[in-house]
């Protein structure tokens, strides 16, 4: 087959396409001149070597060499400070950044060398150091080695400070030296006030101190302003007062914002030194004023301020008045609103402009970073009218950077506030359902604190004094569900790993309908592994807090048909995965009572990867089987390896099981006796731990039965009770009936008959009356009607006799010998006439009255 032309032009310019490329390649290689330039004489010594890579080597020889010197340093001091370093300061006249910053770090690790004799070397060294200072690079070499001469003041003796640097700083200090030289000097004179007694410093070191807070410069005001705390602390709490405090008063009122901030930071940082004379009249209208002035005119120092305002007021709360405690206090309030507008109960930010606005979202943030101190300030009793408003408004900002440093330092507002944490109930459940993962992240560093806390009645309650949170389930399956959707697993790690706490906040039942179905169902559908792991732990806490047995068995029955019985090879490992889980958390009794055996069925699986995993978790498993009680098991597990070893082809797996199999058999040999006892001890705990809730499940089911016993008892009564009361009814309804079917003449004479004999012969039924309490039974003489003088019984027994009696007097008018003992024993009481002859006149009564009663309904129903 021909190639077309346009098939060949296009060949010849990919060929000249690659000639392009090659080109830098043969240009980048070193020619034979260069490359013997870069040869070394093999039979150098490093001393000599080092000298002549320092005179004729290139720059990357050079460097190579400063970086090697400490070694050289430590082999032979003498000849390398001899030979190398003069040689080293030649080159740094010349070096550039690279070099030089390696130098610095060289120096500093020889200084810092104990090998070195300091007393010989050590001022050639600074020599060096102290040169390189004024390097014309000022923001990269000359702060490099500034911070090499600041860390070797911590290890130079006290005289060799006093002489090699402190002599040269008087000079480097005055107005004509550079600002970078003045600079250095006052962060020198700040590191060295550390190092001498109080004496010396305020003898030799204060008089170039109050030059340099009295310089031209406002770098240079601002940078000896920050180092008075150094100063301060180095002379002592006595000459504080006298000396420090009245510069930090000029210096509050200086023209310079920075030198401004530097001495309120500074002031701030020195609360602790000065007495409560001094805090009340100097310090707090020192602060205000700042503060005021700041607030109307200086945004730029306002984040700074913000960000000291809770250490401000906690170091000076002991020495307020109450109106100055409520100043500050009122202070902070406006700080936490600052570019904000409230509409509708809800702040929204005003139209700045965009660098005012970011001033503003981190005078808010510190506000937020503050809040914890705040509550300590204002004191918790008080912070439902005093606080309660501001963080409502820190947790609804606009911005996620304020919400989000809430939600950080939340836990610590719910420690503070104690038995008072229901107050913040509704903002906790907002943080949690914030559109923002970043706000949620947030509070999961410490949910789980959070949490326990916000559920508790304060210190000294006990584990059942529990509270509900409003809306917490749903804001929690909410939080579960955002994460979920979105790709930041890690938060959802996270997320899934708080979600262990829950068995201690909230009941068990909410646990398994709300929470562990969906755990499940993370283990058998997620796909990022540290999820599932998690999801697999959370399941296990949830499984092991669990006091239901019917769900726990539910529970273990899913997790080994869709996890070690499952189609999905990625469920059988999670299934293993959950194994090493549960032998953490459960006992060895409980985890080879239900996810032993299914794990050794494993070794069967189609999947080499599974069998691997499952070879490599063996000596676990075999530690967890307990002789002589599960022996059985023990025979199963050598049953596996055996068929591995003579069945197994993977090449990987025939190796693991090799392996193991020696591992098992030194099990019991190599392993101490404290870690085997310390083991056992723990898992006798585990054990003790799930008898006690067995224990606790077979009471609360008792006690659930026995309520579920007397509601049905008081139920019952109540409908006998309405049963009784509309016999009642019915009887004397059709009485009343059949009385007025009469002729009135006649029954209005036979009532009051009735009347009469009734009321005439109630004193000589006294006895029977009395001995018989459930049933009371007026007789009326001549008239059989019962509606109005009888008062029948409520309970259950009289009742079952009332229908025993109607039913057999309905039947057949003599009644049965052997239902009467029934009717007796539910209606008599134990008087001692009763007992004698008074069974068998109370039956005749009765069956008298009964049978009138019938004999007269029949009548009336016929007239």
């Known amino acids: 087959m021909s190639a077309s032309p346009s098939g060949l032009l296009g060949h010849m310019e990919d060929l000249q396409d690659l000639a392009i490329i090659e080109r830098p390649i043969r240009r980048s290689l070193k020619t034979a001149e260069e490359i013997d330039k870069l040869t070394v004489d093999e039979d150098l010594n490093d001393i000599e070597r080092a000298v002549y890579l320092l005179s004729s080597g290139q720059d990357v020889q050079r460097a190579s060499v400063v970086v090697n010197l400490p070694n050289l340093v ?63 690079d000022t923001a990269v070499v000359s702060n490099a080695w500034l911070e090499t001469l600041l860390a070797a003041v ?120 000065f007495d409560s004379d001094d805090r009340t009249h100097v310090v707090f209208p020192l602060v205000k004023t700042f503060c005021e002035k700041c607030f109307k005119a200086d945004e730029a120092v306002l984040a700074s301020l913000s960000f000291q305002y809770g250490r401000l007021c906690h170091g000076l709360s002991g020495s307020f008045s109450e109106e100055q405690h409520l100043w500050f206090l009122e202070f902070y309030k406006k700080l936490s609103v600052l570019g904000l507008q409230l509409e509708n109960g809800h702040c929204e930010s005003q139209a700045y402009p965009l660098e005012l606005e970011r001033k503003y979202e981190t005078v808010r943030r510190n506000c937020a970073y503050n809040f914890p101190a705040m509550v300590l300030f204002a004191d918790p009793k008080c912070f439902l009218a005093e606080l309660y408003p501001t963080l409502s408004s820190l947790c609804h900002d606009p911005e996620i950077s304020v919400r989000r440093t809430v939600a950080d330092g939340f836990h610590e507002v719910v420690k503070l506030l104690g038995p008072n944490v229901h107050y913040v109930h509704k903002e906790l459940v907002e943080l949690l359902q914030d559109e923002s993962l970043e706000v949620l992240d947030a509070l999961l560093n410490s949910l789980q604190e959070t949490l326990e806390l916000a559920t508790s009645r304060g210190e000294g309650a006990g584990s059942e004094s529990k509270v509900s949170v409003p809306d917490l389930i749903p804001a929690l399956a909410a939080a579960e569900q955002k994460a979920a959707a979105s790709l930041r697993w890690r938060i959802y790690e996270k997320l899934l790993r708080s979600y262990a706490c829950l068995p201690r906040i909230i009941a068990g039942d909410q646990i398994y309908f709300r929470f562990l179905q969906r755990m499940f169902t993370i283990v058998t559908t997620t796909n990022v592994l540290p999820v599932q792991r998690e999801a697999a732990r959370t399941l296990c806490v949830f499984l092991r807090y669990n006091r239901k047995q019917e769900q726990r068995q539910e ?40 996810f032993l055996v299914p794990a050794l069925e494993l070794v069967n699986d189609p999947v080499a990867n599974v069998r691997y995993k499952l070879c490599r978790m063996l000596p676990r498993l075999k530690a967890c089987i307990r002789l002589p009680g599960d022996k059985h098991l023990l025979q199963q597990l050598e049953f596996c390896v055996r068929k591995l070893l003579c069945r197994e082809k993977d090449k990987d797996v025939v190796a693991t099981v090799r392996k193991i199999v020696l591992d098992l058999d030194k099990m019991d040999i190599t392993e101490p006796y404290h870690k085997r006892h310390e083991r056992d001890l723990l898992d006798q705990k585990k054990e003790t731990e799930e008898i006690l809730l067995l224990e606790m499940e077979q009471l609360e089911r008792q006690q659930t039965d026995g309520k579920l016993t007397i509601d049905k008892h008081t139920e019952k009564k109540r409908r006998d009770s309405k049963t009784g009361l509309s016999v009642t009814k019915s009887m004397s309804g059709s009485t009343s009936g059949a009385t007025l079917s009469t002729s009135a003449g006649k029954e209005m004479k036979k009532a009051k008959l009735a009347r009469s004999r009734s009321l005439s012969s109630h004193p000589s039924t006294s006895k029977m009356v009395n001995s018989e309490k459930t049933v009371k039974v007026k007789e009326s003489g001549s008239c059989p009607a019962m509606g109005k003088n009888t008062l029948l019984p409520i309970n259950d027994d009289t009742l079952r006799s009332h229908h025993f009696s109607t039913a057999s007097t309905s039947m057949s008018p003599i009644t049965s010998s052997s239902s009467m003992p029934v009717l007796i024993r539910s209606n008599t009481t134990n008087s001692t006439e009763h007992r004698t002859n008074g069974p068998k006149d109370t039956q005749s009564r009765k069956l008298n009255v009964q049978r009138k009663s019938n004999s007269f309904g029949m009548q009336s129903g016929r007239d």
């Open 74 to 136: 430590r082999q032979n001091p003498a000849e390398t400070f001899r030979r190398v370093v003069p040689k080293v300061r030649e080159v740094l006249h010349v070096a550039g950044v690279e070099l030089q910053l390696a130098a610095a770090s060289s120096f500093l690790t020889i200084l810092q060398d104990d090998i070195v004799l300091i007393q010989t070397h050590t001022h050639s060294i600074l020599q060096i150091v102290l040169l390189n200072l004024d390097h014309r």
């Open 154 to 273: 911590d290890v130079l003796p006290k005289e060799t400070i006093r002489q090699e640097i402190l002599g040269p700083l008087v000079s480097k200090a005055q107005l004509s030296q550079s600002l970078q030289a003045r600079l250095a000097s006052c962060r020198i004179l700040g590191k060295a006030a550390t190092k001498f007694e109080s004496a010396v410093v305020k003898k030799e070191l204060l008089p170039l101190v109050r030059s340099l807070c009295q310089d031209v410069e406002y770098e240079v005001r601002s940078c000896m302003c920050r180092q008075l705390e150094n100063i301060a602390r180095g002379i002592g709490m006595e000459h504080t007062k006298a000396v420090v405090l009245p510069e930090l008063v000029e210096l509050a009122q200086d023209e310079g914002s920075t030198v401004r901030l530097a001495a309120f930071d500074t002031v701030v940082n020195l609360l602790e030194m």
């Open 555 to 594: 529970i273990i029955g899913k997790v080994v048909e869709q996890l070690a019985q499952g189609k999905s090879y990625w469920n059988r490992l999670r299934y293993l995965d959950l194994c090493e889980i549960a032998m953490e958390l459960f006992s060895k009794s409980y985890f080879c009572k239900y």
